[in-house]
């Protein structure tokens, strides 16, 4: 069956990109590129992809203009129907900043970028995103954030860890995130943001593999791959 996905470009996103890349790999199907002054999505999507980069400069805030694109109300609308959201590190501070996911990315603890591999323990295995992967399993996936200290209040993160909404955690402090948060799942499941890059890890000629399990874990949760 056809796999259909769009990734969704700003003026200032630089992975884009790769992201239609990896999904084109591991899918096997052309990825639908789409301008964020577009109002519409194309038809019949499976799954859509808000890239990593510096939206609009990141002035204001990180991802807050780009929150306010013309598109971006279509994704919101996809979204509450039960399609598949991903937003990978501008694109998760994109997602908090339209209100699809909750919390928001604050400078890092040590106000410096931060670019490397890291290691991530998998704490939720049973979305869409994440059900190729075991529960407390390690996988090592590429960072390269300025802004991806993620807060919330403590009411907010007591309930992300009981509703079981912690999809990714450094195993070490990255950036100073609240309780070491690396990825955020919305209440339905359908929404993820992350700061670590999985599109950056799914051939071995790129240093690992292990972020290919995350796109394969959707396919195979939307059609059946």
């Not at 501008?90 to 909750?102: C, H, I, K, M, R």
Request: with cysteine; charged share 20%; proline share 4%.
């Amino acid at each position: 069956m056809a796999f259909r996905s769009a990734v969704i470009t700003f003026p200032g996103s630089n992975c884009d990109r790769d992201m239609a890349v990896a999904l084109e790999k591991v899918s096997g199907q052309p990825c639908t590129r789409v301008w964020h002054g577009d109002s519409d999505l194309p038809e019949g999507l499976d799954f859509i992809a808000l890239p990593g980069g510096f939206s609009y400069g990141d002035y204001l805030r990180c991802g807050a203009i780009a929150s306010r694109s013309p598109v971006m109300q279509a994704v919101i609308a996809a979204a509450e129907r039960g399609v598949p959201v991903l937003g990978v590190c501008n694109g998760f501070q994109v997602l908090t900043e339209s209100g699809l996911l909750p919390g928001a990315l604050l400078r890092n603890a040590t106000i410096r970028f931060v670019c490397r591999d890291v290691t991530l323990t998998v704490e939720n295995a049973t979305s869409l995103f994440t059900s190729g992967y075991e529960a407390g399993q390690e996988i090592t996936i590429p960072v390269a954030h300025h802004d991806g200290n993620y807060f919330a209040d403590a009411a907010t993160l007591d309930r992300l860890e009981g509703e079981g909404q912690v999809a990714f955690r450094y195993k070490e402090d990255i950036n100073g995130s609240a309780r070491s948060i690396a990825g955020v799942l919305n209440a339905r499941g359908n929404v993820l943001g992350m700061m670590p890059h999985p599109e950056r890890a799914i051939e071995a000629t790129h240093g690992g593999t292990d972020g290919r399990a995350l796109f394969e874990s959707a396919i195979k949760a939307l059609v059946g791959a």
